[in-house]
């Protein structure tokens, strides 16, 4: 079956820094979504991709995906405490969609 | 507007007791539903998803069913509790019908936190 595998499961960052959190897939995908959930919370939908080579930016966020469509990333700049939680992208396939592991990240101020 | 509740937010449950969690979506009509397990500190897992009135598809074997006995409400259920059932359950809708379609995310509920003791 589908799987999607995420990189790093965990990264700390320094505030102000940048980091990027790496996503493959075993298969081509329709589209990919990424998610962020924050410490005790549950996920929450930030952005969809869906051409290939596609890039979508969000304030500090930016998203890429793949020529294959086999691959994304997410790529934050100047990182803020608010960044703080796990990132988990997510690969579409029918109508379900399969999880990556999540990028935990923590920051130090 | 769309929202979703799921109820109860936590849960310590004895093995072997039976479990029913329910979730509801208001606000739009023939949603995809779907159930995912969180465990500690991991991804999410799959576990059953609708796309209509009586439909269930099931990903993994397992200790727990699923019903949709009306549009908008989605059931987890199980007979006996496994220790190993413990994890955040949690619920989800979309309005995808075809996979690249439109840019519909999922969107949560806010999950319920299962202890089996």
């Known amino acids: 079956g589908q799987q999607v595998m995420q990189i790093p499961q965990y990264q700390h960052v320094q505030e102000g820094e940048d980091f990027t959190t790496y996503c493959n897939s075993s298969?081509?995908?329709?589209?990919i979504q990424w998610y962020k959930q924050r410490p005790g919370g549950h996920p929450v939908f930030l952005i969809q991709?869906?051409?290939?080579?596609e890039v979508k930016k969000q304030k500090r966020l930016t998203f890429q995906f793949g020529e294959a469509k086999k691959n994304s990333s997410l790529h934050i700049t100047a990182t803020q405490t608010t960044d703080v939680g796990t990132y988990f992208c997510?690969?579409?396939?029918?109508?379900?969609?399969?999880f990556g592991a999540g990028t935990t990240v923590t920051v130090r101020a | 507007s769309q929202t979703i509740h799921q109820w109860p937010a936590t849960l310590v449950q004895p093995v072997g007791s039976p479990l029913s969690l329910e979730c509801t979506v208001e606000?739009?009509?023939?949603?995809?539903l779907y159930w995912y397990r969180q465990a500690a500190g991991r991804g999410l897992q799959l576990l059953f998803y609708?796309?209509?009135?009586?439909?269930i598809s099931s990903e993994v074997p397992q200790n727990l069913s699923a019903s949709r006995p009306q549009d908008r409400q989605f059931i987890l259920s199980s007979k006996k509790l496994l220790l190993s059932d413990s994890g955040f359950y949690l619920c989800?809708?979309?309005?995808?019908?075809?996979?690249?379609?439109?840019?519909?995310?999922?969107?949560f509920g806010s999950g319920t936190r299962l202890t089996v003791v």
């Open positions: 609708s796309v209509g009135i009586g439909q």
């Open positions: 989800a809708w979309s309005l995808e019908r075809t996979a690249g379609t439109g840019n519909y995310g999922y969107t």
């Open positions: 606000g739009t009509s023939n949603p995809n």
């Open positions: 991709l869906v051409k290939s080579g």
């Open positions: 997510a690969g579409r396939h029918d109508y379900k969609l399969s």
């Open positions: 298969t081509t995908l329709s589209n």
